[in-house]
């Protein structure tokens, strides 16, 4: 009999082939939104938080403001941190930028960061071609730095900079080193990266002490913390805060330390609940569809009054009628549901092509749009079907 | 209480209607029997009753009052899925309008019952062919009813009607919509068909198509009269 069902429905939607597809046209929009909706909001977040969890993972970053007696952090005080338990390493960070100058080219406010070795050990990644900042050119304060590749296009075009030199603020530096076209070292850039836009600024990389000594800074102000093992995260955050509330004298407010695997993570749930709120928009459109289904499921069965009586007296039970029934919105809505599915991942694989992301099919969005889809046949047919099961078969069959 | 070749059997059937504040009453106390292998005509003016009568023996509507047996089943003891069974089975239904199913074909057609009453897809394609073969129709199987003429399209209604090899084939006015040429073919298929041995039922205003039964009633006014 359920063959029987589907075989009738099947010939009743061919046979009003153009309203059959108007009404199923609600559920194809609704699922193809809530599909690629889902598939491009999932790709372009694993996408971000893949390159973000890059960049942050193990990484305590502390940003000292200092008190008005103490500026910020000295060497001492950065001893004392490398003292605690469980950290690998420590970072300290001076930007500043300034004009470049290579014979009589120019290029204003590049970004010029001061690191040490141990930033260079802890990108491993991130020389592409040359060599990195070693612990010599720290303490003899040589004057090398490392260029990223968009300072070299401007500043050497069509040239190998490596060995060659340029000025930062009058001072002459030899470039050893390159940074990797595919990585990026903050994340502003990274995210800039994943939606696909082009940053081309350029950023040279010196060690600290010549930076310091260049801008005249005599304290650290900012520095990133490397974590041996992220699961302690916050235990060593707390030594850090206990190591940094003596260097400023349990001054409030002198320095603040930011955690970013606890950034990671609420970024996530935001993410999370962004796509949750977009596939609620989503399924108002499928609620839309789902009406016009049921809409269209009552007028059939008006039209079809006659029909009914005489099943009935042919000797159809009120189940077999509801059946038909059900079946046929079932068929129109996931018949829409399959539809849209195929648009859904069509549109999405067209954009998530144009961002310049991984494209992947969610399992989550297939399951939901098929899900969707059938449970609104069900649901929105449910009434039509019921109404019809029970028309009284005389009063079906007077209305000739 | 109905003897063993009363298939058919009616003491006291009433049936009213609310309208308003009147309580109208079509059917005032019928008594009918029907023996297996009769052809009676249920012959009335429009207005007299005869189509509430139909309805009450095709078990599609219920007696407001009485006894109604058929095949030695009590109908009144039954609920709506039972009587979606009796329909299909001991019912063979044929219309004024045809009432054939446009988007099917011929065959079709005639299958429907055969699907209500459960039976396999080739089963029902032999019987259906059978029954169309029965009634003249080998060579138009295939064709929609919009493609056969209106005597055409009610011998396919007799061959769905007969497909289920029901205990009574009840016609409500089977000539109504024929001219009557093809009206008389029509009959002569039922007095063959009653030849057989099938038990019939008609329901007519034509006192010329009553005829053609072997035994009339009268009802008038909701009142059944025999002759």
Request: proline share 3%; aromatic share 4%; charged share 20%.
């Given at each position: 009999?359920?063959?029987?069902?589907?075989?009738?429905?099947?010939?009743?939607?061919?046979?009003?082939?153009?309203?059959?597809?108007?009404?199923?046209?609600?559920?194809?929009?609704?699922?193809?939104?809530?599909?690629?909706?889902?598939?491009?909001?999932?790709?372009?977040?694993?996408?971000?938080?893949?390159?973000?969890?890059?960049?942050?993972?193990?990484?305590?970053?502390?940003?000292?403001?200092?008190?008005?007696?103490?500026?910020?952090?000295?060497?001492?005080?950065?001893?004392?941190?490398?003292?605690?338990?469980?950290?690998?390493?420590?970072?300290?960070?001076?930007?500043?930028?300034?004009?470049?100058?290579?014979?009589?080219?120019?290029?204003?406010?590049?970004?010029?960061?001061?690191?040490?070795e141990m930033y260079f050990t802890e990108n491993p990644k991130l020389i592409g071609r040359g060599r990195p900042l070693s612990l010599i050119d720290m303490e003899s304060k040589n004057r090398v730095c490392v260029i990223n590749p968009d300072l070299q296009e401007i500043i050497f075009p069509g040239e190998d900079p490596l060995g060659k030199t340029l000025k930062l603020k009058g001072i002459t530096f030899t470039v050893v080193g390159v940074i990797d076209d595919e990585v990026t070292t903050d994340i502003v850039s990274a995210i800039q990266k994943s939606q696909g836009r082009d940053v081309s600024e350029g950023k040279a990389i010196i060690p600290y002490q010549t930076a310091m000594s260049m801008t005249g800074a005599n304290s650290i102000t900012s520095l990133e913390i490397f974590v041996v093992d992220t699961t302690r995260n916050a235990e060593v955050k707390a030594d850090t805060e206990r190591v940094l509330n003596q260097a400023f004298n349990y001054k409030e407010d002198s320095f603040s330390i930011l955690d970013m695997d606890s950034l990671l993570d609420s970024m996530n749930t935001m993410l999370g609940m962004m796509t949750a709120m977009l596939v609620g928009i989503a399924s108002i459109a499928l609620l839309v569809g789902g009406i016009g289904i049921m809409n269209m499921m009552l007028v059939s069965v008006t039209e079809r009054t006659t029909e009914i009586g005489l099943r009935k007296a042919l000797g159809a039970e009120p189940k077999q009628i509801q059946m038909q029934f059900l079946a046929e919105s079932i068929f129109l809505s996931v018949l829409g549901g399959l539809i849209g599915m195929l648009l859904g991942l069509l549109l999405s694989a067209v954009v998530i092509n144009a961002l310049d992301v991984d494209f992947a099919i969610s399992m989550t969005a297939i399951g939901l749009g098929f899900g969707f889809s059938a449970a609104v046949g069900i649901i929105f047919g449910w009434a039509p079907a019921r109404k019809a099961s029970l028309l009284n078969p005389i009063d079906a069959l007077r209305s000739v | 209480m109905a003897k063993e070749a009363e298939i058919l059997t009616m003491r006291g059937i009433v049936k009213s209607y609310q309208m308003g504040d009147e309580l109208q009453v079509i059917l005032k106390g019928i008594n009918l029997s029907v023996q297996r292998g009769e052809f009676i005509s249920i012959l009335g003016p429009s207005g007299s009753g005869k189509s509430t009568m139909m309805n009450i023996i095709g078990c599609l509507d219920s007696p407001s009052d009485g006894e109604y047996w058929l095949s030695g089943k009590r109908i009144a003891d039954m609920n709506d899925k039972e009587l979606a069974k009796i329909r299909g089975r001991e019912i063979g239904f044929v219309f004024q309008q045809f009432q054939l199913l446009p988007r099917l074909t011929a065959v079709q057609n005639v299958e429907l019952p055969l699907i209500y009453a459960g039976v396999s897809q080739a089963e029902r394609n032999k019987k259906a062919l059978e029954m169309l073969d029965r009634v003249g129709l080998t060579n138009?199987?295939?064709?929609?009813?919009?493609?056969?003429?209106?005597?055409?399209?009610?011998?396919?209604?007799?061959?769905?009607?007969?497909?289920?090899?029901?205990?009574?084939?009840?016609?409500?006015?089977?000539?109504?919509?024929?001219?009557?040429?093809?009206?008389?073919?029509?009959?002569?298929?039922?007095?063959?068909?009653?030849?057989?041995?099938?038990?019939?039922?008609?329901?007519?205003?034509?006192?010329?198509?009553?005829?053609?039964?072997?035994?009339?009633?009268?009802i008038l006014d909701g009142n059944l009269t025999e002759g």
């Open positions: 009999m359920i063959k029987e069902s589907i075989k009738m429905s099947w010939q009743n939607i061919i046979h009003n082939r153009m309203r059959s597809f108007l009404t199923a046209l609600g559920i194809v929009i609704g699922v193809m939104a809530i599909i690629s909706l889902i598939t491009i909001v999932q790709a372009a977040t694993s996408s971000v938080t893949s390159q973000f969890s890059e960049l942050g993972a193990g990484k305590l970053v502390v940003s000292a403001l200092g008190t008005p007696l103490k500026k910020g952090l000295t060497d001492n005080d950065v001893k004392g941190l490398l003292e605690i338990d469980g950290i690998r390493g420590v970072s300290p960070t001076l930007n500043f930028s300034t004009d470049v100058v290579r014979n009589l080219m120019v290029e204003e406010n590049v970004t010029v960061e001061g690191r040490n | 138009k199987i295939r064709n929609y009813p919009n493609q056969l003429s209106g005597g055409q399209q009610q011998r396919v209604a007799i061959a769905r009607a007969l497909v289920n090899n029901p205990t009574i084939l009840l016609a409500d006015e089977p000539t109504g919509a024929l001219d009557q040429n093809t009206g008389e073919q029509v009959m002569g298929l039922f007095r063959e068909l009653h030849a057989e041995g099938r038990t019939i039922v008609m329901i007519t205003h034509d006192h010329n198509i009553a005829k053609n039964a072997s035994r009339i009633v009268q």
